[in-house]
T-cell receptor, first 114, second 111 residues
Framework: NAGVTQTPKFRILKIGQSMTLQCTQD?????MYWYRQDPGMGLKLIYY???????DKGEVPNGYNVSRSTTEDFPLRLELAAPSQTSVYFC?????????????FGDGTRLSIL | DAKTTQPNSMESNEEEPVHLPCNHS???????IHWYRQLPSQGPEYVIH???SNVNNRMASLAIAEDRKSSTLILHRATLRDAAVYYC????????????FGKGTLLTVNP
């Protein structure tokens, strides 16, 4: 009963380094999302995907890139890490984007940029 | 996005019912009312959602006011594992893909 799985759980990066946050889901959901959550704040949408090969920007896309080559996987790439990207990153998926469909979240990746 | 208003924090005793309120006076006819919760160091977890009628599931009940301008999440018997931040979110779906999380209500459950 895996649901949405994110790796790694924790990571420390130096300024200017790059990394990929992995996200995979086993529910055959077409819709996938990346959010970030800064301390004491709500979640903000970074990117989303409506299916394999289709992605689009959310509220805060600068400094990030995504790809969606399969239904299951939706990796998030940080090219030049900056301290402002220190945050907790959550991946989510849903069957449809309709208002009556819940989103299912992973447990997050805690990222620190030093 | 239509805005929701929740108390910053609430406290309950274990095995007692908890009523978590949410005001959403600008709700539109197509907005569903969603509740999520976030336990410490975990991702948000879907709890329940509804449109007009009251809803029940294994986790909780959702009571929606007749004018839909407010709703209440009901935990029938709080346990220590229910201590979390609870978010009330309006979601119409369609081209609006994001869930807009506010600051939610921090629920403390006393043993």
């Amino acid at each position: 009963n895996a649901g949405v799985t994110q790796t790694p759980k924790f990571r420390i990066l130096k300024i200017g380094q790059s990394m990929t946050l992995q996200c995979t889901q086993d529910m055959n959901h077409n819709y996938m999302y990346w959010y970030r959550q800064d301390p004491g704040m709500g979640l903000k949408l970074i990117y989303y995907s409506v299916g394999a090969g289709i992605t689009d920007k959310g509220e805060v896309p600068n400094g990030y890139n995504v790809s969606r080559s399969t239904t299951e996987d939706f990796p998030l790439r940080l090219e030049l890490a900056a301290p402002s990207q220190t945050s907790v990153y959550f991946c989510a998926s849903s069957l449809r984007p309709a208002g009556n469909q819940p989103q299912h979240f992973g447990d997050g990746t805690r990222l620190s940029i030093l | 996005d239509a805005k929701t208003t929740q108390p910053n924090s609430m406290e309950s005793n274990e095995e007692e019912p908890v009523h978590l309120p949410c005001n959403h006076s600008t709700i539109s006819g197509t907005d569903y009312i969603h509740w999520y919760r976030q336990l410490p160091s975990q991702g948000p977890e879907y709890v329940i959602h509804g449109l007009t009628s009251n809803v029940n599931n294994r986790m909780a009940s959702l009571a929606i006011a007749e004018d839909r301008k407010s709703s209440t999440l009901i935990l029938h018997r709080a346990t220590l594992r229910d201590a979390a931040v609870y978010y009330c979110i309006l979601h119409s779906g369609g081209s609006n893909y994001k869930l807009t999380f506010g600051k939610g209500t921090l629920l403390t459950v006393n043993p």
